[in-house]
Each structure stands twice: as structure tokens, then as C-alpha cells.
């Protein structure tokens, strides 16, 4: 993942608005050694025609944030709402107007040796410029990682536990590594469970298919905006079901979907075309929807999105810029 982190750019910390290289934390916080966080990732993409950043879903991430925070025993003291406002306050202050990538990040904060908890925690809320995750435009090539997907009862793979994610970076190393672009982790029953940092998606005789949550993956909120779209827009049949890894090499179509990601077309997996090597038309379709949806060019989805300089009240005077041939 590549994002510019300059050091002047404004975050939220400690329930102040500072500047990122003022945002310190101490060597012996208990989150840096026992890996005691939990992250979130929301994606603000910007429409130059509204000239307006739309935040995809921010009360939905933080609602889940503050869910899984739970898990830790993190109690985040502002509601979805209120760290809604927080982001967009951040975006308003730093004058974005190009992509933006938001990083939430609840931790435990004591600073002592001593692996269990108490209650010291702390969050903050970083929002960076960010491109293209995969640069996937003309789809990338797979790999099953010989890592396996952590299991639920040793660290839960559906919250964004910081310590987790030594098991992504380890699978996403070792594919690079490998000449990959990207790991599919398979789950401790080899089913396929999801890439390193996102959800998989398979086209097999027209419908879609992706692992259930009880696969140890990630409840990807592109996933379900995914599965919201594809049923509704296109009409497909969509089905959560266990995958077998042998079904990667025999499906129609196959893609990743994640905050960071988007939709990535995956063309190759494990040396072998996914079909004809070419993107499909059902993962075209999907691309297509999800970045119209985004960008505000749906109206029908429009209660996904939140604006950052103006109110959608201001933008539904202009909606022909907003919303042109792709009305939903
Ligand atoms: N799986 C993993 C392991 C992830 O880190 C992510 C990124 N958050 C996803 C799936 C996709 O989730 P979302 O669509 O909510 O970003």
C-alpha cells in the first residue's frame, strides 16, 4: 500500500486536530508490542464535476469499528456519527481534493510490560491521499499462499485486530515474493477464504459466489456493497458458499473486493488463465457499478455516500453534472 504520509498533514489524535508528525506514541505502548489495536478503512473518492468528496459508508465502517473494538475491549468513546463528523472535519481542514484513504485506529495505550488488558485506550483518525492499491486495470495474477487464513478461535479474521495482520502481511510478502500481485488464503479446511486484504469473488455458470463469514474472512463492506449491486443492478443469482481451492482454476470469473482495492480483476491464479485471461463481462459490470455508486453517479445510492464540502441538498440542484447518463 502506497500512501503519501506528509508529515504536515492533519490528524485526529488524542481528541485533538494535529499535525501527523506531532501524533507520537511511546515505545512501551501495549498495542506495538502484543499488536492490542484495531484498524478501519474507508475510501473518500472525489468527483470533479460536483467538486465534492464523497466518504463511502463512514457510519457503516465505524459501526463496525466500534464493534469489533468490542472484541478487544476497546470502548471508543464518540458514536459512528460523531467519528463521521471527526472525518470530515479532517478532510475540510487538510482541503483535500483528490482520493483520500481514512485510518482509524483504536488501541490499547498503556505503557508497560505485560500482555493483558486494562483499560487505557486510545484512537485516532488518520485520512491520507492515496491512488491505486493493485493497479488491477488490466487484472493481476493470484496466488494461493501456503499461509493459511487465521482461525476465528485464535484471532478473529472478521475484526481488524492490528496483530492479525502479521498473517496478511506474511501471505501478501510471500506473493510478491512469488511474482504474484496478490495471496488468496485458503482457511485450516482449504476452502478458499479471501486475498490478503480483501474479499474474493467467483463467476461460475453465471452466478456469483463468495465464501460465507463463517470462513474466517473479513466482512468486507465492498463485499456486501457488491452484493447489493449485483443483484439489483445486474440481476445476478448471488450465493455464499465454501470454495474449493481446484474451483479457482476452473471458474468463469474471479476478483477481489476491498476498501483499499476496489474491484480487482484477477486475469491469472496460481499460472493459470482464469478463462480466456481476459476480464470478464460480470466483473466489468460489477467495476462499472461500483464506481458509479461511489462517485455519486447513482442516485439510488446516494444514501451511501457522504459529502465533505457540500450537503447532497446542494448537489441535488445540480444533478446533471452529478448523476449525467448513469442515473440509478
Ligand atoms: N479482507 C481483509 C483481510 C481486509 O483487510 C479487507 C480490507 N478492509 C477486506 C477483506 C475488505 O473489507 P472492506 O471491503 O470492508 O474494505
Given at each position: 500500500m502506497q500512501a503519501d504520509a506528509d508529515p504536515k498533514v492533519i490528524v485526529y489524535f488524542n481528541g485533538q486536530y494535529m499535525p501527523l508528525e506531532e501524533a507520537r506514541v511511546g515505545i512501551l505502548t501495549h498495542a506495538l508490542h502484543y499488536g492490542t489495536g484495531v484498524f478501519e478503512g474507508i475510501r473518500a473518492h472525489w468527483n470533479e464535476a460536483a467538486q465534492d468528496l464523497f466518504v463511502m459508508r463512514p457510519v457503516e465502517h465505524f459501526e463496525r469499528w466500534k464493534h469489533n473494538c468490542g472484541i478487544l475491549?476497546?470502548?471508543?468513546?464518540?458514536s459512528p456519527e460523531e467519528l463521521t463528523a471527526i472525518t470530515i472535519e479532517l478532510m475540510r481542514r487538510n482541503g483535500f481534493r483528490t482520493n483520500v484513504y481514512v485510518r482509524p485506529l483504536a488501541y490499547?495505550?498503556?505503557?508497560?510490560?505485560?500482555v493483558s488488558f486494562d483499560e487505557q485506550n486510545s484512537f485516532a483518525v488518520i485520512a491520507l491521499p492515496f491512488g491505486e492499491y493493485l493497479h488491477a486495470e488490466k487484472g493481476i495474477h493470484a496466488g494461493v499462499s501456503s499461509w493459511r487464513r487465521i482461525e476465528d478461535n485464535a484471532i478473529p479474521a472478521r475484526a481488524k485486530i492490528c496483530g492479525a495482520y502479521v498473517n496478511s502481511a506474511l501471505a501478501s510478502d510471500e506473493a510478491r515474493q512469488c511474482g504474484f500481485d496478490e495471496a488468496i488464503f485458503l482457511n485450516e479446511n482449504g476452502h478458499v477464504a479471501e486475498g490478503a486484504t480483501c474479499n474474493i469473488f467467483m463467476v461460475r455458470k453465471g452466478v456469483l459466489i463468495t465464501p460465507p463469514v463463517?470462513?474466517?474472512?473479513l466482512e468486507g463492506i465492498t463485499r456486501d456493497a457488491v452484493m447489493q449491486l449485483a443483484r439489483r443492478e445486474l440481476g445476478l443469482q448471488v450465493v455464499e458458499r465454501p470454495i474449493d481451492r481446484s474451483e479457482l482454476y476452473v471458474c468463469d470469473e474471479l476478483f477481489f473486493t476491498g476498501t483499499a482495492v476496489g474491484i480487482a480483476p484477477i486475469i491469472r491464479v496460481d499460472h493459470r488463465q482464469?478463462?480466456?485471461g481476459k476480464i470478464g463481462a460480470m466483473t466489468r459490470g460489477v467495476q462499472q457499478l461500483y464506481f458509479n455508486a461511489t462517485r455519486g453517479h447513482m442516485l439510488a445510492y446516494w444514501k451511501w455516500l457522504m459529502p465533505v464540502y457540500q450537503s447532497m441538498t446542494q448537489h441535488e440542484q445540480n444533478l446533471i453534472s452529478l448523476v449525467g447518463v448513469n442515473a440509478g
Open positions: 475491549r476497546i470502548d471508543v468513546p464518540a490499547k495505550s498503556a505503557e508497560r510490560v505485560g463463517y470462513e474466517n474472512v482464469v478463462k480466456d
